[in-house]
């Protein structure tokens, strides 16, 4: 125990107990799984269309027609009041079909753009998956998006038809229409605002789709063609639009599997919104292709609530962020104590590196660890994870996927040759590359042609984001390229100082910068929000300091702290460093279309 700060040693690995582990125990060895991996084997798992090809809607809900899955709950949905509605497999099927009718019926074509912009309600399940069997490209946002981040989205990717709620609409929608003149059609969930024109092109969901045929054949889908448009969080700039094609269900069914441990009798929740790829493809796609049961909620984040939902749904495997799981240790384990979450089998969080401390936490409130993973809006699924077979290293993203391989590169310069070079002694730094392709691969970012062309070197995709790969394999990440710090001859990752910082119990969020400084390159100053009951000031700055210093060693440590409310983030959760740096520095901010939180 360190006296200072109350915390133990964090162990360094976390074996499975047998309550812990579903996997089969041939998979228990992660080599061999990797090595007898073929993506054309995994490719039985699915159907593939009567028609022909392969269509994400087919297989995460048609195929399960005239099996036991039919009548199993696909979609548990539980409103902010506290109502539910469960769509059965069987229900989803002919729901979607309704909404894939409306749009025949409105004559909008394959591969032209639908919009979906609502709260977590069951017609945006319904819609994105209908507008998939009519072979559209579904983009959805955020309903917290404001006007602006939505015309700009809009246009960029010409959208044709947006599905919204009639407040959205007119709170948000309406007064963009003049920019938006290849937005034909509107469908709102509910009545039409009244005095809409016709020529507006609004329409009620209750008139359109709930008349609409239940039956709808989907037409021949080839693998390649375009499925989803996702835009990036916006955590390094401008968001780009990350364009996926209907083959990248193969992944979502194999990750959902793999990673995220999903067995027939689960009950899943995803607490992403849908509005972030995280919410898509593993809040809709991944375990309706696994076939179980998934909770769906309305309310936003408040950990009373989850645990309640928890409790009540018999949640076994839950996937989450860091942001949510920080709010929650915030509160402390105790929170936790009074309900009955024995149900939970699997904890998984993505989205922004897990502080070590927290995937312990996690032991220690649920009794479970989180299981860390890694991937991108540009890898369509994950990437590396803590397996489910396999031990977690705390602070650690994990191993490659089977099917996936993951290597450390270093660019050359030109006066090198140009290129890249893969680094394989263990623990060194690099740029963290996936050798090309994998099914649910990005097909291009929508039109940014050269930007997407550079990830691309010799094979492999460059991730941007910067790792080591310890010599078991497991991959650790470092930081963003971008967010990288140069000081005194060290590279100095944020996320390991703030890891360092919020072991100390007054610490519940930190975001660590480096400021340029004419001796040593830059200076290391960390953002520290603190949990409740701790107060700012120049005895916990000087303690801190302290703490960091002991921790890491003097050249990492920062050298700075400043105290905030709350940190700048993304509303996928992602904490925004390059704000925090403009600020500092009183440069321009930015696109802060994604902006959430930024209580300062
Ligand atoms: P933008 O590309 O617009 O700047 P973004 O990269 O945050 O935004 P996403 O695709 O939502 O957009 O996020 C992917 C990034 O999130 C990864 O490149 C990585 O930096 C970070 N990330 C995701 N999961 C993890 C994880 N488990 N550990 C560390 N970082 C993670
Ligand atoms: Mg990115």
């Known amino acids: 125990m360190d006296p200072e700060t109350n915390a133990g040693p964090l162990p360094a690995c976390i074996e499975k107990s047998p309550a812990m582990l579903r996997v089969a125990p041939n998979l228990l060895d992660h080599a061999a799984t990797c090595a007898a991996f073929r993506w054309d084997d995994a490719r039985q798992q699915l ?45 989803l099927a002919r729901a979607s079909n309704r909404f894939a009718n409306a749009l025949r019926s409105l004559d909008v074509q394959a591969g032209e753009r639908v919009f979906v912009l609502m709260g977590r309600l069951p017609e945006l399940y319904i819609a994105v998956l209908g507008a998939l069997k009519a072979r559209c490209v579904v983009t959805p946002l955020f309903s917290a998006f404001g006007p602006e981040p939505i015309a700009t989205r809009a246009e ?49 969901w209750q008139a359109l789709v709930e008349p609409a045929s239940e039956a709808f054949a989907i037409e021949a889908t080839d693998p390649e063609s375009l499925a989803l448009l996702h835009f990036t969080s916006g955590t390094t700039g401008r968001p780009k639009g990350a364009m996926h094609v209907h083959g990248a269900v193969l992944a979502h069914a194999v990750t959902g599997r793999y990673a995220l441990d999903l067995h027939d009798d689960d009950i899943y929740w995803c607490t992403a919104d849908p509005g972030w790829v995280t919410g898509t493809s593993y809040g809709i796609i991944a375990p309706l292709v696994c076939g179980v049961t ?63 401390e927290a995937v312990v936490w996690g032991l220690e409130a649920f009794g479970l660890p989180f299981h ?45 040759g140009g290129g890249i070079e893969v680094i394989n002694a263990p623990d060194a730094t690099g740029e963290l590359a996936l050798r090309t392709p994998w099914p649910s691969m990005m097909r291009g970012y929508l039109h940014e042609e050269e930007r997407y062309r550079q990830c691309f070197v010799n094979g492999w995709y460059l991730s941007g984001d910067l790792a080591r790969r310890d010599a078991d ?35 519940a969020e930190a975001g660590v910068i480096g400021i340029p400084d004419p001796t ?29 210093r002991k921790r890491l ?26 704000l925090l740096k403009a600020r500092e520095l009183g440069l321009p901010e ?6 959430e939180s930024d209580e300062r």
């Open 47 to 91: 159907a593939g269309l009567p028609a022909g090809g392969l269509n994400i809607a087919h297989e995460a809900v048609d195929r399960h027609l005239g099996t036991p899955r039919e009548a199993r709950t696909a979609i548990r949905w539980i409103s902010k009041t506290g109502a539910h509605r469960d769509l059965s497999y069987g229900e």
């Open 156 to 204: 960029m990717a010409d959208a044709r038809v947006l599905v919204t709620t009639p407040e959205l609409y007119q709170r948000k929608v309406r007064g963009l229409r003049e920019r938006l003149p290849g937005l034909k059609h509107v469908i709102v969930v509910g009545e039409p605002p009244a005095g809409e024109p016709e020529a507006s092109g609004v329409q009620g």
């Open 294 to 356: 998934s909770v769906v909620v309305e309310a936003e984040f408040d950990a009373q609530t989850w645990y309640a939902v928890l409790e009540r749904e018999r949640v076994s495997v839950w996937y989450t962020a860091p942001t949510a799981i920080r709010m929650m240790m915030k509160l402390g384990a105790a929170a936790v104590r009074g309900y009955d979450l024995r149900s939970l089998r699997f904890l998984a969080s993505v989205g922004e590196p897990l502080n070590p």
């Open 372 to 416: 860390d993973n890694w991937w991108q809006t540009e890898t369509g699924g994950i990437m590396i994870a803590n397996l489910a077979a396999m031990p977690i290293r705390p602070g650690s993203m994990g191993r490659p996927l089977p099917g996936i391989t993951a290597a450390i590169v270093r660019r050359r310069s030109p006066a090198e």
């Open 473 to 507: 394999g497991y991959f650790w990440f470092v930081g963003r390229c971008d967010d990288v710090i140069k000081s005194a001859g060290h590279l100095i990752g944020p996320f390991e100082v703030e890891s360092a910082l919020i072991e100390h119990p007054a610490v």
């Open 520 to 548: 040593v390159g830059e200076v290391v100053k960390a953002y520290v929000a603190l949990k409740p009951g701790f107060e700012p000031g120049e005895a916990l700055q000087r303690e801190l300091l302290g703490h960091a």
């Open 553 to 578: 060693g003097a050249a990492v440590a920062p050298k700075e702290i400043a105290f905030r409310a709350n940190l700048p983030k993304t509303r996928s959760g992602k904490i925004m460093r390059r």
């Open 590 to 595: 930015g696109d802060l279309s994604t902006l």
